[in-house]
């Protein structure tokens, strides 16, 4: 075979000397570098130096100290225990959870629901396709901050705690927000979701043995047993085993407001409810592009293959069409997560609230800014990540 | 771009930039506020975003109250004119960046004289223009006289001000649970209050006055009588131009003086011909060299006085018609009155 190559072909091209004229390409090239780069890193320094200057001048403190001392603020609601005494530290961390918890939450949410509506766009009943079409067109026309304070506006319209409106035993929806009875926590409780978390990944690894056998001898062979038991047998077995705790914590009220039970305040209902439907809106048209993207010669072709319409739904279509819908719901999700930054004007303490009262207090906006950047840039490149790895994941493997 | 070619631009850009670092950096020559002020043509004020008797626009979109008095006051001393003033409305949480980079020239907007604000946070306050104590007001239906009485219950506040801290020390010390409601604007917190998202508001005793004056039914709410803070209230500048903050802190004793010695809007310019008592005399400019020495016309407590009338004058217009007293804000001849000016000599 190497007889065959031309020899020439094989010869290194020969080494060029850098020399310093403007004729010489690489020359060229690395001066330019060169210039950009001190630019930037000249106008970065000037910035930084200008600033470090005028807050000298001003005689405004620098630094992170202050996330050491007393907060001194009051937090609404907190998913760790947290009273004013606790340090800034801790207080923006009480931030920081706010904003993870509705964004969470609202992104499940608004994934489900926005689906629902994409579905229904398509559906070939008149009524439900045209109620479809006009909530979304309706939602993403009118502004998320105006959205929130309706929401919010509604909410505080409801009765007060006194007159609070009580559909069944220990269920309480007022102005204070909906109080649902729940039971004490006890550590059997946290054995029991541990248990549930084991059985997830447990789950996981059946799901795969399972398939490679499908693969083996083309059986398809059910899940839901499984499931059943590894998601709901396994920790109710642990609670069982240890000792089925379970004392009932019913709201009741007590002097100005209601004790006990669990409380979804009215701001973060409101929020929820504001960027879930607002969010679903851009959702349903993400979803409802990616299944027309997917042609109509699948679905023929699929059942002209004997599979049933689930099938060629979750085997054949679902496949093609997440190509579609995955990258635009990242932006999605980003901007949802973004948005819930508009929960100052409602007063749900989420970090840009906390972290602005701190920078007000210690005056430090800077230090205060930086923070809050930094939380929605590792929030925001933690579901990019996670979103280029799954869209990575369902790529079609094209031969 | 190769790499290896990027990586000979950094160095060279590094050693640049190192360059750089060392040399010298151009020191800035403050501009004094004052000619700022006067090639502009006018005061730049920071003000509330509406709070009656203090600042807000009125249905001509005129800015009244007594902050907004000093403002006028300010740039009345300054330019001889108390129009010359562009008003800024700032949350709670904004002002004292704006302030800090330069966006407001002065600061009046009910902001409580502390030692970090007047160190740390790079500002000086010019005095006290109103003595002020953080209370609760509630709905008078639920019965209650005093705050102490408010445990468990929810409680609205704005962020960012000395109001939230207060009412947490005072939660402490006195063992009182309470659910926070925090928003910054406050037409939204006093909307959460009176919506009874909340069983009570707290903030200084003269903003409850001013809410509760323009509620639909004043009588509704009850202001308890539990006074848990000092707040004395003053307009404040930035740290660096002490001849600004003169300026700023005599205007105020130049309203509390006038107070002092009777003269009004009506009276100044027959007062400044004929009185013949020699400190009047030195204040209005007949005799000695004050204004000078502050930089200013002779003259300037004169353009103060025909703007906005002396103290008395400012807090009857403003505040008397929303139910607030003189009380620690009568002239310290008055007994309990904490208003003081010292000589202008």
């Given at each position: 075979m190497s007889s065959t190559i031309d020899p020439r072909l094989l010869r290194a091209p020969p080494k060029k000397g850098l020399r310093l004229s403007w004729a010489d390409e690489r020359f060229r090239a690395i001066v330019w570098q060169v210039l950009i780069v001190s630019a930037i890193v000249f106008v970065i320094w000037w910035l930084v130096r200008n600033t470090q200057h005028n807050l000298e001048v001003r005689r405004i403190a620098t630094g992170f100290g202050f996330l050491g001392r007393e907060a001194g603020l009051p937090i609404g609601e907190s998913l760790i225990s947290y009273t004013p005494r606790d340090t800034y530290l801790r207080a923006l961390t009480v931030g920081v959870l706010n904003t993870l918890n509705v964004a969470v939450v609202g992104v499940v949410l608004a994934t489900i629901f926005g689906t629902v509506i994409g579905i229904a766009r398509l559906s070939k009943n008149w009524l439900v396709g045209r109620i479809a079409t006009i909530y979304v067109e309706v939602i993403r026309d009118v502004p998320l901050l105006l959205q929130l304070l309706f929401w919010y506006t509604i909410l505080q319209s409801l009765p007060g705690p006194r007159q609070a409106i009580n559909p069944a035993t220990g269920v309480f929806l007022s102005n204070r927000g909906l109080k649902l009875p729940f039971f004490h926590w006890e550590s059997a409780h946290t054995a029991a979701f541990g248990a549930f978390v084991i059985g997830c990944v447990a789950l996981w690894f059946v799901a795969k043995q399972l398939r490679a056998k499908q693969y083996a001898d083309g059986q398809p062979r059910a899940l839901w047993p499984w499931a059943l038991g590894l998601l709901l047998g396994l920790p109710i077995a642990v609670w069982l085993v240890l000792g089925a705790p379970f004392t009932t914590d019913i709201p009741a009220l007590r002097g100005f407001n209601f004790s006990g039970g669990l409380n979804v305040s009215p701001e973060y209902f409101a929020l929820l409810i504001g960027l879930v439907t607002y969010t679903a809106g851009f959702i349903a048209e993400i979803v409802r592009a990616g299944i027309l993207a997917v042609h109509q010669g699948q679905w023929e072709a699929a059942q002209a293959l004997g599979l049933h319409r689930g099938q060629v739904l979750n085997r054949i279509v679902l496949p093609q069409a997440l190509r579609v819908i995955v990258p635009p719901m990242t932006s999605q999700f980003l901007n949802l997560t973004k948005n819930s930054s508009l929960a100052v004007a409602i007063g749900y303490q989420d970090i840009v609230s906390i972290a602005n009262t701190t920078l007000n207090q210690t005056g430090q906006a800077i230090e205060g800014i930086a923070i809050i950047m930094g939380v929605y840039l590792t929030i925001s490149l933690s579901i990019s990540l996670f979103m280029n790895w799954y869209n990575a994941r369902i790529t079609l493997v094209e031969r | 771009m190769p790499l290896r070619h990027l990586s000979k631009a950094v160095g060279a850009a590094v050693l640049l930039g190192g360059l750089a670092l060392s040399a010298p950096v151009q020191a800035q020559t403050p501009t004094s506020m004052l000619d700022t002020i006067r090639s502009r043509g006018n005061l730049i004020c920071g003000v509330n975003t509406g709070l009656a008797g203090f600042a807000q626009p009125d249905s001509q979109g005129v800015w009244r109250g007594f902050d907004v008095d000093y403002c006028r006051a300010i740039a009345a001393a300054i330019l001889g004119d108390g129009t010359k003033v562009r008003y800024v409305p700032l949350t709670a949480q904004s002002r004292f960046t704006a302030l800090q980079s330069g966006e407001v020239d002065v600061l009046v907007r009910n902001t409580t004289w502390t030692l970090s604000r007047d160190t740390s946070l790079g500002f000086d306050f010019a005095g006290i223009t109103f003595y002020d104590g953080q209370g609760f007001m509630v709905k008078a239906s639920l019965g209650l006289t005093s705050a102490r009485e408010l445990n468990g219950a929810t409680i609205c506040v704005q962020p960012g001000t000395t109001t939230e801290q207060n009412l947490t020390d005072w939660a402490r010390s006195n063992r009182i649970e309470f659910r926070p409601v925090v928003i910054e604007r406050i037409e939204e917190v006093v909307g959460a209050y009176t919506s009874n998202r909340c069983d009570a508001y707290t903030t200084d005793v003269s903003g409850l006055a001013a809410t509760r004056a323009v509620q639909?039914?004043?009588?509704?709410h009850v202001i308890l009588p539990d006074v848990i803070s000092k707040e004395p209230l003053g307009p404040l500048v930035r740290h660096g131009d002490q001849r600004f903050a003169d300026i700023v802190r005599w205007t105020h004793f130049a309203l509390l003086g006038a107070e002092e010695f009777g003269l009004t809007a009506a009276n100044v310019d027959q007062a400044a011909a004929s009185d013949p008592r020699p400190e009047v005399q030195r204040m209005l400019g007949k005799n000695g060299e004050l204004g000078q020495m502050l930089g200013l016309q002779p003259n300037w407590v004169v353009s103060v006085l025909k703007t906005t009338g002396n103290y008395g004058e400012v807090f009857a217009r403003n505040l008397t018609p929303i139910g607030i007293q003189r009380g620690p804000n009568a002239l310290w001849t008055t007994p309990g009155g904490l208003q003081y000016s010292p000589p202008f000599r």
């Open positions: - | 639909p039914r004043p009588a509704d």
